[in-house]
């Protein structure tokens, strides 16, 4: 079946720091993969996301390519800020029947941002 | 400019009291999905609609059921909750492909006392 792998958290760094958070996958087919982000109390928002292989998804200085080879979809900013601290979740979609696409999630990686 | 909105944010109702929770959406979309997340875990899908097409996950407890009575609106029905029912329940819609995001609500979070 489908799954996702994701980092271990929690992840605390300072200010301008960069940032990775590891993401791998098992999937039947090509699946679509994304970057969710989930800010206390609120639910997911879409961060970014790639369709196909070499893809690179990026949104608000966050960065991830979609890697066949190493079956990876890796999550990267070069300057955190305080305000990215929230949890993160990788995710796929493996394209089965139209109209039953369901994302599987990782478990989420909680980062704190500190000043 | 809210696309899925849940309501409430919070419900408090009583072990093995009925409690509904609703979604609506602006989006039209085909899909609907009710996800159940607990504390520091990720989001477990229960069931999705595809229009009227109700599918339910395998593991989904019986005690949970839903109800789309037309394009916008699903309703989750928690029959009888207990203590182990409470979470954060989050609504989702989506065109049901592969290369299409979701687009959740801000959640209810559910406590039952």
């Known amino acids: 079946g489908n799954s996702v792998t994701q980092m271990e958290g929690p992840v605390t760094l300072s200010e301008e720091a960069f940032l990775t958070i590891n993401c791998t996958y098992t999937a039947t087919g090509y699946p679509s993969l994304f970057w969710y982000v989930q800010y206390p109390g609120e639910g997911l928002q879409l961060l970014l996301k790639?369709?196909?292989?070499?893809d690179k998804g990026s949104n608000k200085g966050f960065e991830a390519t979609y890697r066949k080879e190493t079956t990876s979809f890796h999550l990267e900013k070069g300057s955190v800020q305080v305000s990215d601290s929230a949890v993160y979740f990788c995710a796929l979609s493996a394209g089965a029947n139209f109209g039953n696409e369901k994302l599987t999630f990782g478990t989420g990686t909680r980062l704190t941002i500190i000043p | 400019d809210a696309m899925v909105i849940q309501n409430p944010r919070y419900q408090v109702t009583q072990f093995g009291k009925p409690v509904t929770l609703s979604c609506s959406q602006t989006?039209?979309?085909?899909?609907m999905y009710w996800y159940q997340q607990k504390s520091s875990q990720a989001p477990k899908l229960l069931f999705h609609y595809y229009d009227k097409d109700f599918n339910n996950e395998a593991d989904t407890p019986d005690n949970f059921q839903s109800r789309r009575p037309n394009t916008s609106f699903c309703f989750l029905d928690i029959r009888s909750p207990g203590l182990g029912d409470a979470a954060m329940y989050l609504c989702?819609?989506?065109?049901?492909?592969?290369?299409?995001?979701?687009?959740f609500g801000q959640g209810t979070r559910l406590t039952v006392v």
């Open positions: 790639a369709t196909k292989a070499d």
């Open positions: 989702a819609t989506s065109w049901g492909q592969k290369n299409t995001e979701a687009f």
């Open positions: 989006l039209n979309h085909n899909v």
